[in-house]
């Protein structure tokens, strides 16, 4: 089965700038989760959806993170504006179900820099 | 609050010799852990996870970790170690809310010739 894809691998921009990622998740993937991976630190999640709803959103600086997944299947995260503590790696991940059981499966990742 | 900690910054073992990478965690409630391996430029690998039963849980390429409700400790182990597992290691934990994971900081693993 295809992975988790997420794009773009990489981007360079200068602080005030924004950006956005996309993600795609697992076919059949109900559960997508958005982690933000500070170098030298585990991942630390940012938002939770279940199908098109928030399950938990509680880390994600809402003054200038979003996130949407309309269709219950892919994803977008925005950073508007950036700063430079935002450089790190962002991660998509998703899950078969919500149950807590279930392993999330990783996509590569997005490395932002902010200039 | 659910978390791990890695003692361990990095772990320096030889190839064919057993490895150990450490992990306690701190819960409320039954524990939920995992083990993720994160290869350069990759994204996170599950490796194995203990939800409930057996203590020792086997889990990809020859890992395995022995949950130990005593010490509060997941530790990851491999009974010979190859050059090909140097990568960095994260223990996680599941979240009360909404079954998210709680990663610890990561352990750098050298595996040398």
């Known amino acids: 089965e295809a992975g988790v894809a997420q794009s773009p691998r990489y981007k360079i921009i200068e602080k005030r700038q924004s950006v956005a990622f996309w993600c795609n998740p697992i076919?059949?993937?109900?559960?997508l989760y958005w982690y933000q991976q500070i170098l030298g630190q585990g991942p630390k999640l940012l938002i939770q959806?279940?199908?098109?709803?928030?399950?938990?959103d509680s880390q994600l600086p809402k003054d200038r993170f979003s996130a949407e997944r309309l269709k219950g299947v892919d994803s977008t995260l925005k950073i508007q504006p950036a700063k430079l503590e935002d450089s790190a790696v962002y991660l998509c991940?998703?899950?078969?179900?919500?149950?807590?059981?279930?392993?999330?499966?990783f996509g590569p990742g997005t490395r932002l820099t902010v200039l | 609050a659910q978390s791990v900690a890695q003692p361990e910054d990095q772990v320096n073992v030889a190839e064919g010799n057993p490895l150990t990478v450490k992990c306690t965690y701190s819960?409320?409630?039954?524990?939920?852990l995992f083990w993720y391996v994160q290869y350069p430029n990759r994204g996170l690998q599950f490796l194995l996870k203990y939800i409930t039963g057996d203590n020792l849980v086997k889990g990809s390429y020859g890992f395995e970790a022995e949950f130990n409700k005593s010490q509060t400790s997941f530790h990851l182990k491999k009974p010979s170690a190859l050059v090909s597992d140097s990568a960095l290691y994260f223990c996680a934990v599941r979240s009360n809310s909404g079954y998210a994971l709680n990663f610890g900081k990561g352990t750098s693993l050298l595996v040398t010739p």
């Open positions: 991940a998703s899950s078969h179900a919500f149950t807590s059981s279930n392993e999330q499966f």
């Open positions: 959806f279940q199908n098109n709803g928030v399950v938990d």
């Open positions: 819960v409320s409630g039954n524990p939920y």
């Open positions: 076919s059949g993937h109900a559960t």
